[in-house]
C-alpha cells in the first residue's frame, strides 16, 4: 500500500462531525504513539546493552544523551509549531502554504543544527567541571559529541515528520520510526559488543547507532514528502526562504523551544548535577528510572502530538469548541495510560529494576525513585497534553515561562537545595521537591487551557497572527503567504 498516495477529500474527512471522537483522536494519535514507543525502545534496548558492561556504560550514555538533547531541544521545540502552522493552513484548505511552512522549518534546523556544533569542544570540560570521576566524563563526553554532531539530520526528520503529521499522514511517520528504531538496533548489535568483526565501541557505538537510526528515519520521510502526489498538492518543492513566514514560525517556535531547552536541562542537570551528591549509583538508578517513566510519557507526548494538530486543524476551520472538546478527551485517554503504568512502577518496582542492574545499592534506590515515578503519573499527563494543545493554538510564550520558573526554582534549585541542606534524606528528597514541581505545572498547564485564552488567537490564511481583545500572547504581525 502507497500510505503517500492516501488522500483525504477536500475539506478533510478527519473535520467531519460525523467521526466519533475517540475514533478520531486515536486514528491520528495512534501511529504517533507507536513512534514515540518505538523511539521509547531504542532508548530502553541502547540501555540494556550498555547496561551488559556494567554501571557506568548507562550512566554515561544517560546523562549526555540528556544533556544533548537540551541543546538540541530548542530546535525540536522550534519545528513542533511546524505542526501548529501546516495544521491551520491544512484546516483553511491553504494547501500551497503547507509545503512553505515546511522549508522554513528545516532551513531554521540547518542553521541551528550548524551553530550546535559550536558547543562540542566544551563538553569534556563541562563533565569534569561537575565533578564526575574521569573514567564516566570521558564516555560522557564521546556519547555528547557523537550525537550533537547529526544534529542537522535530527531536526530535519523533526521538520519532515511534524509536515506529515499536519497533513494527516500519521501512518508514514510511524513507518520511518519503525525503519530507523531497527537500523538502530541493528547497528547497536555490532558496534556496542563488537560482533561481526567490528571493534567493541561501547557508549560510541551506541552513539552512532542513534545516528545511523535517525539518518534512515529522516530518508524514508523525505523520500515520502517528494513523493508526485504530496509534491504537487502540498507545495513541497517550494524550497525558498521567505523571511515573513519564518518569522512567523520563530514568533511562535521561539518559545516552545525555550520551553523544552528549559525543560530538558533542568531534568539534565538534575540527573548529573542534583543526583551526582549522591554518587554515580544514584546516578545510575535514576537514569534507569528515566527509561521507565519514558514508557509512560513517549506514548502521551505521541497524543499530545496528535491533539496539537487537531486544536490546529479545528481553529483553522472555525471550531474552536471542538478543537477543546479533543484536547480534553487527549488528556483522558493519556491520564489512563499513564496511571495504569504508575501502578506498575509502584508494585513492580523491584523487579522492574532487576532488568538493568543486579547491584544492591542501586536495586534499592531504584526501587524507591519508581515509586516517585509512579505517583507522577497524572500531573505529566496533564502537562503533556494541555501544553501540546495550547502549542496547536499558538500559546506558546506563557507556558514556556512557567515551565522555565517552575523547573529550575522548584525542580533544579529547590532538589539541589534539599540534597545539600538535608543529604540524609539520600535520593529520596530531591525527587520529593520535583514531583511538587511536576503537580504545579500540570495544574498550570489545565488551568491556562480551561480558561480559554487561546481561542482568541487567530492565524489567516496569509500568516498572520491577529489579536483579540483582552488576550495579548503575541504581538500582530503582517506576513505573506507569497
Known amino acids: 500500500m502507497n500510505l503517500a498516495a492516501v488522500e483525504i477529500p477536500e475539506g478533510g474527512a478527519e473535520l467531519s462531525p460525523a467521526r466519533r471522537p475517540l475514533v478520531e483522536l486515536l486514528l491520528l494519535a495512534m501511529p504517533t504513539m507507536a513512534q514515540m514507543a518505538s523511539y521509547t525502545l531504542m532508548q530502553f534496548g541502547d540501555t540494556w546493552m550498555l547496561s551488559r558492561l556494567g554501571v557506568t556504560e548507562p550512566t554515561a550514555a544517560g546523562n549526555a544523551g540528556l544533556f544533548a538533547f537540551s541543546i538540541i531541544g530548542f530546535g525540536v521545540g522550534v519545528l513542533f509549531c511546524v505542526n501548529t502552522l501546516v495544521s491551520q493552513h491544512y484546516g483553511q484548505k491553504d494547501y500551497a502554504s503547507c509545503g ?56 530535519a526528520a523533526v521538520a519532515f515528520g511534524q509536515f506529515l503529521m499536519a497533513i494527516n499522514r500519521p501512518w508514514v511517520v510511524m513507518l520511518a520510526a519503525v525503519c530507523g ?44 514528502v517528494m513523493t508526485p502526489a504530496i509534491r504537487q498538492r502540498y507545495n513541497t518543492l517550494d ?75 479545528y481553529i483553522g476551520a472555525g471550531k474552536p469548541e471542538i478543537a477543546e472538546q479533543r484536547a480534553h478527551l487527549g488528556f483522558y485517554v493519556s491520564a489512563v495510560y499513564m496511571v495504569a503504568c504508575g501502578l506498575v512502577y509502584i508494585f513492580g518496582r523491584n523487579v522492574l529494576m532487576k532488568l538493568f542492574t543486579h547491584d544492591p545499592e542501586v536495586l534499592k534506590i531504584g526501587a524507591l525513585l519508581l515509586i516517585f515515578g509512579g505517583i507522577y503519573q497524572l500531573f505529566d499527563a496533564m502537562y503533556i497534553v494541555y501544553n501540546g494543545a495550547l502549542r496547536g493554538a499558538g500559546d506558546t510564550f506563557v507556558p514556556a515561562v512557567a515551565t522555565a520558573v517552575l523547573c529550575w526554582g522548584i525542580a533544579v534549585c529547590g532538589g539541589y537545595a534539599v540534597a545539600r541542606l538535608w543529604p540524609n534524606l539520600g535520593p529520596g528528597g530531591p525527587w520529593t521537591v520535583a514531583s511538587i514541581y511536576g503537580v504545579i505545572l500540570g495544574v498550570f498547564m489545565f488551568v491556562r487551557f480551561k480558561a480559554g485564552g487561546w481561542k482568541a488567537i487567530r492565524l489567516d490564511r496569509q500568516g498572520a497572527f491577529a489579536k483579540v481583545p483582552g488576550f495579548d500572547v503575541l504581538p500582530a504581525t503582517q506576513t505573506s503567504g507569497q
Do not use: C
Request: aromatic share 14%; charged share 10%; glycine share 10%.
Open 239 to 313: 524550497l525558498t526562504l521567505r523571511h515573513h513566514q519564518i518569522r512567523t514560525l520563530l514568533k511562535i517556535g521561539l518559545p516552545s523551544g525555550v520551553q523544552i531547552v528549559a525543560d530538558v536541562l533542568a531534568w539534565s542537570l538534575f540527573s548529573f548535577w542534583v543526583m551526582a551528591e549522591f554518587g554515580t549509583k544514584a546516578m545510575a538508578a535514576n537514569i534507569f528510572l528515566f527509561r521507565y517513566i519514558s514508557v509512560s510519557f513517549m506514548p502521551a507526548f505521541g497524543i499530545s502530538t496528535a491533539v496539537t494538530a487537531l486544536v490546529g486543524r
Open 100 to 155: 512553505r511552512y515546511l522549508w522554513q522549518g528545516v532551513w531554521f534546523g540547518v542553521l541551528f543544527g550548524l551553530l550546535s556544533l559550536i558547543s562540542l569542544p566544551f563538553a569534556p570540560h563541562l563533565f569534569r567541571f561537575i565533578g564526575h570521576e574521569p573514567r564516566l566524563a570521558g564516555m560522557e563526553s564521546t556519547f555528547f559529541r557523537i550525537t550533537v554532531s547529526a544534529t542537522v539530520i535530527k531536526l
Open 181 to 224: 528504531v531497527s537500523a538502530n538496533a541493528g547497528v547497536n548489535y555490532f558496534l556496542i559488543f563488537g560482533h561481526g568483526g567490528f571493534p567493541a565501541m561501547g557508549v560510541a557505538g551506541a552513539a552512532w547507532g542513534t545516528n545511523i537510526g535517525v539518518t534512515v528515519e529522516m530518508l524514508v520521510l523525505l523520500g515520502v
